[in-house]
């Protein structure tokens, strides 16, 4: 790419190689989450539909970090507007989906926790549509970004290469998006300290922490360093190596879903997840 020179171009091609890493791991965990999910007869609660559609997502997501693997190779391949959408467009509807996911698992762990009477009492079809109104706004909302922002040129292809000049609506938009999901999570944090009285709600609690720290953290991290960099005032060359810092975050994020989930037991999903993958090792679970 010209105006950069060798030392910002290396260390953004370190930076991707990262990246493209816990991508890997990332696809693989969420995949075996999804999967697990779907097989499961016991796994049809509301949320545990909604973190198997999120592994979904995230699994598209992270294919868009691996469009960039020519970059590894010394290589930034210039690609047609059209033909860059067409390859990002699952990518972009992965990070739509997933991040409206994770805020609509928080309302309804927020709802079950603090209103649980009027939880039980919910219309399933009505709150089912409520829930898939969200994600589908958000996804509709980065469509419009597209096409509104679409211009046929070429381009270097990557995540954010399909907003054009919208790129700080998209990056604005997902900040702003997971701000709320932490804000509702705080809420339900709080709501389960006046229930700590048993082991199993403080497991959950130190479950719920660990989920938020990791998880939405990633999701803040990643636009939330992006837009910063793009308001600092630094030389070109240091925010483009910063942009691909700011991506490790949230596939750091994604690729230990599973580990994360499995061992803090917050939900008997995960250890219904690693029985599946273990039993095909012979491997049983103590």
């Known amino acids: 790419m010209e105006g950069i020179d060798r030392f910002h171009w290396n260390l953004a091609r370190s930076f991707q190689g990262v990246s493209s890493v816990f991508a890997f791991i990332g696809i693989i965990s969420n995949a075996f989450i999804f999967l697990t999910t779907i097989r499961t007869r016991s796994l049809r609660a509301t949320y545990n539909i909604l973190i198997a559609v999120c592994a979904l997502a995230d699994v598209f997501h992270l294919f868009g970090t ?96 399909p907003f054009g000049a919208g790129t700080s609506w998209f990056v604005i938009a997902n900040l702003t998006v997971n701000v709320i999901s932490s804000i509702v999570y705080f809420f339900i944090w709080i ?12 497991r959950i609690i130190k479950s719920l922490l660990i989920i938020v720290c990791v998880d939405v953290s990633g999701w803040l991290l990643t636009p939330g360093l992006i837009a910063l960099s793009q308001r600092l005032d630094i ?47 012979n491997i049983e679970l103590q």
């Not at 709501?191 to 403080?202: V, Y």
């Not at 925010?239 to 810092?245: D, E, G, R, S, V």
């Not at 879903?257 to 999903?269: E, S, V």
């Open 235 to 281: 030389d070109p060359q240091q925010k483009f190596a910063m942009i691909y810092f700011s991506i490790i975050f949230i596939n750091l994020a994604l690729s230990v879903k599973l580990p994360i989930y499995y061992f803090t037991r917050l939900d008997i999903m995960f250890r219904n997840l690693m029985n599946a993958i273990f039993s095909a090792l």
């Open 66 to 161: 691996l469009v960039q693997l020519p970059f590894l190779m010394d290589y930034f391949i210039e690609l047609d507007s059209a033909i860059c959408a067409a390859l990002m467009f699952l990518p972009e509807m992965g990070i739509g989906i997933g991040c409206t996911c994770i805020l609509c698992v928080g309302l309804d762990r927020m709802l079950s926790v603090l209103y649980s009477l009027r939880y039980r009492s919910l219309n399933g079809s009505y709150y089912h549509f409520f829930l898939g109104s969200l994600i589908t706004l958000y996804c509709a909302y980065l469509c419009v970004l597209m096409v509104v922002f679409y211009g046929n040129r070429p381009l270097y292809c990557e995540i954010m290469a």
């Open 191 to 202: 709501g389960l300290q006046s229930h700590a009285d048993s082991k199993a709600m403080k």
